[in-house]
């Protein structure tokens, strides 16, 4: 296979979800560093303003607010509506969140709020604008999944299966979309010391889950050079590859024994 030039990042106008805090921020801030305009997406429109005044300040790129609660039906359509009518050039699909527990016992409308955010938003922003990369003949969409999409995750059993759509979702898209320019990458990170651990709802899992993970500046770079060879999943550390690789050897019955080990604290 040829190799892939390196993605054409200056000048480029990249939408990054989830962009006020931990892999989000991260993202934002390579991106602008690299000479791309951006658009912030998240619900705390106030941190997104001061984000966007202080990347475009620091980078000299055009940084705007785009506050949206992409949980939500009517403001996801709205912001489906503004990048319609505007170039996007690379889609980070990056927001999410997960909780912890056992599923019998968590909230409701959090276990599907959380299938609204990780999956339909996924789904709804880049079929929003991958039309026109496709007219365009270029284009990227990184789409965060998780080491979490390689086996069934006991107490994490929503945002497991969650993480394992958006991980097929985007391999699939990766190979309909071959050869047209655009390119689309699953990006699988393992754990990492964002709010993420914190938002789980479980203070315990928490701190024993993340404490000694890398921080986001460390992962991103990692999505960044994938998406420049071409690759639709990328996976960072090496400990995790193997992880991923042995998940898809073992019947699942025996991964999803594994991981419940694995994930109580
Ligand atoms: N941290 C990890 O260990 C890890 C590992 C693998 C994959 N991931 C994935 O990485 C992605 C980013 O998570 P993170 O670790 O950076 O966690 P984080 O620091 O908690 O960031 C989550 C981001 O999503 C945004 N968000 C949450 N709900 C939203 C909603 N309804 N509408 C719009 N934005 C929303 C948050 O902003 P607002 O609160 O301002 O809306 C925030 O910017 C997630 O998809 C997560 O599943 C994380």
């Known amino acids: 296979m040829p190799r892939a030039e390196p993605f054409p990042y200056r000048g480029a106008t990249a939408v ?13 801030e390579h991106l602008a560093a690299i000479g791309c305009d951006l658009v912030l997406v998240a619900r705390s429109a106030g941190v997104l303003d001061e984000q966007a005044e202080r990347l475009s300040g620091h980078y000299g790129v055009s940084a705007r607010p785009a506050p949206t609660d992409l949980g939500d039906h009517e403001s996801r359509r709205a912001l489906v509506e503004q990048l319609a009518g505007s170039r996007v ?5 990056n927001a999410g969140v997960g909780s912890y527990g056992r599923f019998a016992e968590l909230d409701p409308d959090r276990e599907v709020a959380q299938v609204e955010l990780n999956c339909v938003a996924v789904v709804q922003l880049a079929r929003a604008v991958l039309p026109a990369m496709l007219e365009r003949g270029q284009g990227g969409i990184v789409n965060v999944a998780s080491t979490s999409a390689f ?5 994490m059993t929503t945002y497991g299966a969650t993480k394992a759509f958006v991980l097929a979702f985007s391999v699939a898209l990766a190979e309909e979309t071959r050869g047209s320019g655009v390119r689309v990458l699953a990006f699988c990170p393992g754990p990492v010391q964002t709010g993420f651990g914190g938002a789980t709802g479980d203070s315990h899992f928490a701190s024993a889950f993340f404490a000694k993970a890398p921080h986001p500046e460390q992962i991103v770079p ?18 995790n590859r193997f992880g991923a690789v042995g998940a898809n050897l073992a019947p699942r019955w025996v991964t999803a024994r594994i991981s419940k080990r694995v994930l109580r604290p």
């Open 16 to 28: 990054v979800t989830g962009a006020s805090s931990g892999l989000g921020a991260a993202f934002a």
């Open 89 to 93: 050039d690379l889609l980070v699909n």
């Open 151 to 155: 086996q069934p995750t006991p107490t």
């Open 222 to 239: 990692h999505a960044l050079e994938a998406l420049d060879r071409g690759r639709s999943v990328a996976v960072p550390g090496l400990a």
